[in-house]
């Protein structure tokens, strides 16, 4: 089983400030999903990255994925209200995909 | 939108009921996933139909069974569940298996009594 492992769980943070979730694994995967899930809903894909090193930028969400394609970080700057919501990272192979264990984010007004 | 419809999005059952749960994908993909997500856990594939035909079946108990009778819709037959069984059960869709992006459900969120 390849395991991703998220930190931190759970985030709470105020409204304008910035931070970085973690996705952490020891298998190299040959691409790499953030998804963010709203409470009722499903997840939703945000960025995919597939190079080692790459950096994508969302508006005020910056994706990194490990030079060794094991990692990845997300960073938020500036976190709104409506950035609230459980954050998954996905690995996948060549014939498997595997979720991490979520961050849970909470910015308060 | 992400074009994934799942029927009912809440469901309470006794341990003897049966029941099933629907999805449907309006986006022409040929793959299609039930995922299970229970608190503190990370999300849990289940099952994998790729062009109509099961490509994965991770250790799933028997009282799961899923259907997939076109490319765009995709059942999970439920029978004789246990308290533990209670999650969110999401469906997903995408053009190609793994490598492509998923598309997921609103999920049905399930009580087992």
């Known amino acids: 089983t390849q395991l991703l492992e998220q930190s931190p769980q759970f985030l ?23 998804y963010r899930q709203e409470p009722g809903e499903g997840p939703v894909l945000l960025v995919t990255v597939v190079t080692g090193g790459e950096v994508k930028k969302l508006k005020r969400l910056t994706f990194q994925f490990g030079d060794a ?41 | 939108e992400t074009g994934v419809t799942q029927t009912p999005r809440h469901l309470v059952m006794g341990m003897t009921n049966k029941k099933s749960l629907k999805c449907e994908q309006h986006l022409g993909h040929n793959a299609m996933y039930w995922y299970k997500q229970s608190a503190k856990k990370p999300l849990e594939l289940m099952f994998v139909y790729n062009f109509k035909e099961q490509t994965e079946n991770n250790s799933v108990p028997s009282r799961f069974s899923p259907e997939c009778p076109n490319s765009s819709h995709l059942f999970l037959h439920l029978h004789t569940l246990q308290p533990e069984d209670s999650a969110l059960y999401l469906c997903a869709s995408s053009q190609l298996t793994y490598q492509e992006t998923q598309y997921f459900g609103p999920g049905t969120r399930l009580l087992v009594l």
């Open chain 1, 12 to 34: 709470s943070i105020q409204e304008g400030e910035n931070l970085t979730v973690y996705c952490n694994s020891s298998s190299v995967f040959s691409s790499l999903q953030w």
């Open chain 1, 69 to 109: 394609r094991k990692d990845s970080s997300l960073h938020i700057t500036a976190a709104q209200t409506g950035d609230t919501g459980l954050y998954l990272c996905a690995g996948t192979g060549a014939n498997n995909l595997f979720f991490g264990t979520g961050t849970r984010l909470t910015v308060i007004p």
